[in-house]
């Protein structure tokens, strides 16, 4: 074992898997978090912790951990002091940012945050939900919810909750009423683990790889050939901010074209393409893509 380990906190509960599956696309090898707390990792020089995503920034700070991810919302409900590495736009459904939202039930009269005033708010961000009210010069009191929170929504006068599509507020018959924060996950140092050069370089290596797998989910290469007397119609379908590599082939009236390309717009292109004239079209995937 090293002499030098970093000590980074993954979060255990709904963003662990897809912390792993981004991991595993890094080009990491984890293992063992299905059992264990401490997963193994085949690099002697991290060590990974499991902790909640709550309570990761604390541990962070704190210095208990060099590094960690967590969310957004979570660094501001804790007031937890440290370095900002980098967002990591993954979360456990989509890409799109989560937010905490004001929510009251569909038949409810209340319209606006202002109705709530002097009524009970229910919410496991309870420190980021004062500030809210306080800012808006709103009398509420704010109760910590231990989890199921859009069950309490017709026992309270409202709530603020996670959603990240909005699936649970619509089964759940909630109406928005405002948002309260939004979040992405974070990849979070501690000051003093930063400053060290050996973990800031660790630090670095990871958010440089972890963000070409996140790059690499929506993008595809494209490789094709033409002939060189269609080659401008060709070149003038591709995406004009991008420039495609094109090789000489042995026969000379031919080149092969190779480019990187979005991905949702892979299945309009291909057949354009081809009416424009080129041949042997071919699409992959890509495990990272560094800018």
Known sequence: MSDKVLKLGVPKGSLQNATFDLFEKAGFNVSGYERSYFPRIDDEEISLILL?????????????????????????????????????????????PARWVLAVPNESDINKPEDLEGGIIASELVNATKKYFEQKNINVKVEFSWGATEVKARLVSGIVELTETGSSLRANNLKVLDTILTSTTR?????????????????????????????????????????????????????????????????????????VIEGKTERQLIPELKRAGASGIITYPLNKVIH
Request: hydrophobic share 45%; aromatic share 6%.
């Open 187 to 259: 990849f979070i140092a501690n000051k003093d683990a930063w400053a060290d050069d050996f973990k800031r370089q660790k630090i670095e290596n990871i958010a440089i790889l972890l963000n070409a797998a996140i790059d690499a989910k929506t993008l595809v290469g494209l490789k094709m050939n033409a002939n060189r007397k269609d080659l401008d119609k060709v070149l003038a379908l591709l995406p004009a901010e991008k420039s495609p590599t094109i090789s000489t082939l042995a026969d000379e009236d031919f080149v092969a074209i190779e480019i």
């Open 52 to 96: 909640r995503a709550q309570e990761m920034s604390r541990y962070v700070a704190d210095g208990v951990l060099d590094a960690g991810f967590t969310g957004h919302d979570w660094v501001m409900e804790n007031g937890s002091d440290v370095h900002e590495v980098c967002e990591l736009l993954y979360s456990k459904a989509t890409s799109k």
